[in-house]
């Protein structure tokens, strides 16, 4: 009979900054409360279902994850074509917030966490510098040289996406203070250097 295996030390556990639901201009930590909505609601669900590992000794770590910034999938790679054409637009009035990581931090920070014991519970995975729409757009245009003068009002994108849009339109000014306090140390702290550093570096 083969003896049982020893249950693991950490459980490191997606999760994602819906949970704070639309936060509007507010700035919040892993001490704020949680949001309404669809996809706090699912975060909510996602995280609770890990209380079993934490009540059988595992260390626990949520990580709620922001916009990933990555050529190769998610939000950036379905925006360059755009973008590229010189046809990337800014969405609705363009003051919501994106709190975003580079894909490079987003993997050096899930490496800390396993290597750190003395950090639990929620840890928000994004750049220290959330940034309007409106800046994104000028960020991501300057960096692939191309003009970014269009604009799509809140009630088109809503008349073609649905209930879609209000994704698109939603505010997360998420900062990632128990990283910073543990002392993580982020490669790429501003979205200039990092989207130059996942597009230009690599050919993107």
Do not use: C
Not at 32 to 48: C, M, N, Q, T, V
Not at 162 to 168: A, D, I, K, P, V
Not at 173 to 186: D, H, I, Q, S, W
């Amino acid at each position: 009979m083969t003896a049982a295996q020893p249950p693991p030390a950490v459980l490191l556990s997606g999760s994602a900054i819906g949970w704070y639901g639309d936060t509007g201009e507010r700035e919040v930590d892993e001490t704020s409360p949680g949001g309404s909505g669809f996809l706090a609601a699912l975060a909510r669900d996602w995280e609770a279902a890990t209380r079993p590992a934490s009540a059988a000794g595992i260390r626990v770590v949520n990580l709620r994850t922001g916009v990933v910034l990555s050529r190769r999938g998610g939000m950036l790679a379905a925006l360059l074509p755009l973008f590229r054409l010189g046809l990337g637009p800014r969405l609705g009035a363009g003051r919501q917030y994106l709190s975003w990581i580079s894909l490079a931090d987003e993997v050096g920070a899930a490496r800390f966490l396993l290597d750190h014991d003395q950090i639990q519970g929620p840890v928000n995975l994004t750049a220290p510098h959330p940034v309007t729409n409106t800046e994104f757009t000028a960020a991501l245009a300057s960096t692939l040289g191309r003009p970014a003068l269009l604009r799509l009002p809140a009630p088109l994108l809503r008349a073609g996406l649905g209930e879609l849009s209000s994704e698109l339109l939603a505010s997360a000014r998420v900062l990632p203070r128990n990283l910073e306090k543990a002392g993580y140390a982020f490669r790429y702290p501003d979205v200039n250097t990092a989207l130059a550093a996942e597009l230009k570096s690599r050919g993107g």
